[in-house]
């Protein structure tokens, strides 16, 4: 017995001591990598603008110091290269951008700023050039302000239009036996109405088309810009499928050079004047917008603009990068509002909304800060249902034309598995003192006066988002109610009905807050910063992975999507403000 407990005793030692060896090889390599790592920038540059990895606008920072040494050194994010863009107009040493292969993660109002910023930097002389094997249509929408587009001679682009696809789940709600109890207020509050039809509505079917047009229009109008196309012509191409080969997109003038990555490569050789049989110089957009943000010119004056970035679904708690929660949003507030420094605050919202809750406690913050200083939002991607009751009372509100924005609405949901107990044998048996005190339970049918009492918490949050809305936007409250029901905009139609108040981006934003706060020079401070604990920060591990990856290795990307999209419905339990539906413009 002593023998094996010894035996024990050495493993657990062994392996205490693996273990505070990774950690310390970890920490010391936080320590003197990271920011201590240089980018050098050779003179005769081409940046290579790869966006695969970078979605958020952005990139997160967080307030222990210790979880910062380990995040990803050149974390950045789309504000960030699109500032790195700028600055590279006026490098000496950047001579182009090449855009190659590249694997678009961002939306479409990112994809917009991103454009406006290629579009720019070209006026400098400067060259932008695209290649790719195969182009789908929101990499060749961005792709398209580029100079010189290639094309592989066995590739294909896919230039047809949008569309969305809804599922519906009343059948196999049916079939299964769990059911979801739905309540809501908003005739285009469709984010409900798989539950409920088997078929799309046609207020639904109105609304979808109205954005899809809206946003099509958009994206047409930007390329027809860049390639000297008539709209009218590239609906045309859409239509048919005009472009769908190499040589039909060259014929169509959609690109113009058929070749390999090699003979892109000579062709850039040849603008920089550099022998084919030598490489030239590169610097990736993430050094080079890394390089920007650790060494490049900042303002001397004291005076700043907070740029508070609210992005993904809204829900309690915290809040990370990749989602909104009242902790850090309204500690950045509160903080941006204390300092005398920070003159105005830029609001950039992309979220399709989420808790109610969250959203007024957030939608509070906000008008208490107003009262102190400028606050003036910026959308991204998706400004809708909560992400718009975030916004609607700020002093100036700016969209891209392809935002998606509106999505007045409210509604609850409540999983029931009555059907499904029944079939399976299960009795569910309830016992109280008072009438209302078992509350609701997803194992007995839903009671009338739980109905009733659900209709009335949906109908109160629909007032006072209504409300809200109105106040913020200066209309009367039957005037927003004929635009809201639930009903999702285009940035474009929502200038034209009040709610948004102009066309533009993050800079466009900038310029109102400084405006508005009198001041000319300033510099920016990002928030938020992620109050995580260190725990939280493993969770991006290798070793500690969640099962979603294996799940997604087994039944692919596509059918993960599906499975995921039902698990987040049946988890949005409780009264919502979230936007109708999911947009994917591939």
């Given at each position: 017995?002593?023998?094996?407990?010894?035996?024990?005793?050495?493993?657990?030692?062994?392996?205490?001591?693996?273990?505070?060896?990774?950690?310390?090889?970890?920490?010391?390599?936080?320590?003197?990598?990271?920011?201590?790592?240089?980018?050098?920038?050779?003179?005769?540059?081409?940046?290579?603008?790869?966006?695969?990895?970078?979605?958020?606008?952005?990139?997160?920072?967080?307030?222990?110091?210790?979880?910062?040494?380990?995040?990803?050194?050149?974390?950045?994010?789309?504000?960030?290269?699109?500032?790195?863009?700028?600055?590279?107009?006026?490098?000496?040493?950047?001579?182009?951008?090449?855009?190659?292969?590249?694997?678009?993660?961002?939306?479409?109002?990112?994809?917009?700023?991103?454009?406006?910023?290629?579009?720019?930097?070209?006026?400098?002389?400067?060259?932008?050039?695209?290649?790719?094997?195969?182009?789908?249509?929101?990499?060749?929408?961005?792709?398209?302000?580029?100079?010189?587009?290639?094309?592989?001679?066995?590739?294909?682009?896919?230039?047809?239009?949008?569309?969305?696809?809804?599922?519906?789940?009343?059948?196999?709600?049916?079939?299964?036996?769990?059911?979801?109890?739905?309540?809501?207020?908003?005739?285009?509050?469709?984010?409900?109405?798989?539950?409920?039809?088997?078929?799309?509505?046609?207020?639904?079917?109105?609304?979808?088309?109205?954005?899809?047009?809206?946003?099509?229009?958009?994206?047409?109008?930007?390329?027809?810009?860049?390639?000297?196309?008539?709209?009218?012509?590239?609906?045309?191409?859409?239509?048919?499928?005009?472009?769908?080969?190499?040589?039909?997109?060259?014929?169509?003038?959609?690109?113009?050079?058929?070749?390999?990555?090699?003979?892109?490569?000579?062709?850039?050789?040849?603008?920089?004047?550099?022998?084919?049989?030598?490489?030239?110089?590169?610097?990736?957009?993430?050094?080079?917008?890394?390089?920007?943000?650790?060494?490049?010119?900042?303002?001397?004056?004291?005076?700043?603009?907070?740029?508070?970035?609210?992005?993904?679904?809204?829900?309690?708690?915290?809040?990370?990068?990749?989602?909104?929660?009242?902790?850090?949003?309204?500690?950045?507030?509160?903080?941006?509002?204390?300092?005398?420094?920070?003159?105005?605050?830029?609001?950039?919202?992309?979220?399709?909304?989420?808790?109610?809750?969250?959203?007024?406690?957030?939608?509070?913050?906000?008008?208490?800060?107003?009262?102190?200083?400028?606050?003036?939002?910026?959308?991204?991607?998706?400004?809708?249902?909560?992400?718009?009751?975030?916004?609607?009372?700020?002093?100036?509100?700016?969209?891209?034309?392809?935002?998606?924005?509106?999505?007045?609405?409210?509604?609850?949901?409540?999983?029931?598995?009555?059907?499904?107990?029944?079939?399976?044998?299960?009795?569910?048996?309830?016992?109280?003192?008072?009438?209302?005190?078992?509350?609701?339970?997803?194992?007995?049918?839903?009671?009338?006066?739980?109905?009733?009492?659900?209709?009335?918490?949906?109908?109160?949050?629909?007032?006072?988002?209504?409300?809200?809305?109105?106040?913020?936007?200066?209309?009367?409250?039957?005037?927003?109610?004929?635009?809201?029901?639930?009903?999702?905009?285009?940035?474009?139609?929502?200038?034209?009905?009040?709610?948004?108040?102009?066309?533009?981006?993050?800079?466009?934003?900038?310029?109102?807050?400084?405006?508005?706060a009198k001041i000319k020079e300033y510099k920016t401070q990002n928030f938020p910063?992620?109050?995580?604990?260190?725990?939280?920060?493993?969770?991006?591990?290798?070793f500690a992975q969640t099962k979603e990856n294996l799940i997604k290795e087994e039944?692919?990307?596509?059918?993960?999507?599906?499975?995921?999209?039902?698990?987040?419905?049946?988890?949005?339990?409780?009264?919502?403000?979230?936007?109708?539906?999911?947009?994917?413009?591939?």
């Open positions: 017995m002593r023998f094996l407990g010894n035996v024990l005793a050495t493993i657990v030692g062994l392996f205490l001591f693996m273990m505070i060896f990774f950690f310390g090889i970890l920490i010391i390599g936080a320590l003197f990598g990271g920011d201590s790592e240089t980018v050098t920038v050779k003179s005769d540059s081409v940046i290579e603008l790869d966006l695969e990895n970078i979605s958020n606008d952005y990139a997160g920072k967080y307030k222990d110091p210790l979880i910062t040494l380990f995040s990803e050194g050149k974390n950045v994010g789309i504000s960030d290269v699109i500032d790195a863009i700028k600055n590279a107009k006026e490098d000496s040493d950047i001579k182009g951008i090449s855009i190659l292969n590249n694997h678009f993660m961002p939306g479409m109002a990112q994809s917009k700023a991103l454009r406006d910023a290629l579009e720019d930097f070209k006026k400098s002389g400067k060259f932008v050039v695209a290649y790719a094997d195969y182009y789908t249509q929101k990499e060749y929408y961005m792709n398209s302000v580029a100079d010189t587009i290639y094309l592989n001679p066995v590739g294909q682009m896919d230039f047809k239009g949008l569309s969305s696809e809804l599922m519906f789940f009343k059948d196999l709600q049916e079939k299964s036996g769990v059911k979801m109890e739905v309540i809501r207020h908003g005739k285009y509050k469709s984010a409900v109405e798989p539950f409920l039809e088997n078929k799309m509505s046609d207020a639904n079917r109105e609304q979808i088309s109205t954005l899809l047009n809206s946003v099509w229009n958009s994206v047409a109008t930007d390329i027809s810009k860049s390639r000297n196309i008539p709209v009218s012509q590239l609906n045309v191409i859409a239509d048919g499928l005009l472009a769908r080969t190499p040589e039909m997109a060259k014929s169509q003038k959609l690109v113009d050079k058929i070749g390999y990555e090699d003979e892109y490569h000579n062709g850039i050789r040849k603008a920089l004047k550099v022998k084919k049989d030598e490489d030239y110089n590169t610097v990736s957009i993430a050094d080079y917008a890394f390089k920007y943000l650790t060494t490049g010119k900042k303002s001397s004056s004291k005076d700043k603009i907070a740029v508070i970035y609210a992005q993904g679904e809204i829900t309690s708690g915290e809040g990370d990068v990749n989602y909104i929660g009242e902790g850090s949003m309204r500690r950045s507030l509160q903080e941006a509002r204390k300092d005398k420094n920070v003159k105005a605050i830029v609001l950039r919202i992309d979220s399709p909304g989420g808790s109610a809750l969250t959203s007024e406690l957030i939608w509070r913050e906000v008008e208490l800060t107003k009262k102190v200083k400028p606050v003036v939002v910026s959308m991204g991607n998706y400004a809708a249902s909560g992400g718009y009751y975030l916004a609607c009372n700020a002093n100036k509100i700016f969209a891209e034309e392809n935002t998606i924005t509106g999505s007045i609405g409210v509604f609850g949901m409540l999983p029931n598995f009555t059907t499904l107990t029944n079939r399976i044998g299960i009795n569910v048996e309830q016992v109280s003192t008072h009438k209302n005190a078992a509350d609701y339970s997803p194992f007995v049918p839903l009671s009338d006066n739980m109905r009733n009492f659900t209709q009335e918490s949906v109908e109160q949050v629909y007032t006072t988002f209504v409300q809200r809305v109105a106040a913020g936007r200066k209309m009367t409250f039957e005037q927003v109610d004929a635009i809201a029901q639930g009903r999702v905009w285009a940035g474009s139609e929502a200038v034209k009905i009040g709610l948004v108040d102009k066309i533009g981006g993050l800079d466009a934003a900038l310029k109102e807050a400084s405006a508005l910063e992620y109050d995580k604990t260190f725990g939280e920060m493993f969770a991006g591990f290798p039944i692919g990307e596509e059918n993960y999507l599906i499975l995921n999209e039902i698990k987040k419905m049946n988890a949005q339990t409780g009264i919502q403000t979230k936007m109708s539906f999911n947009i994917n413009i591939k």
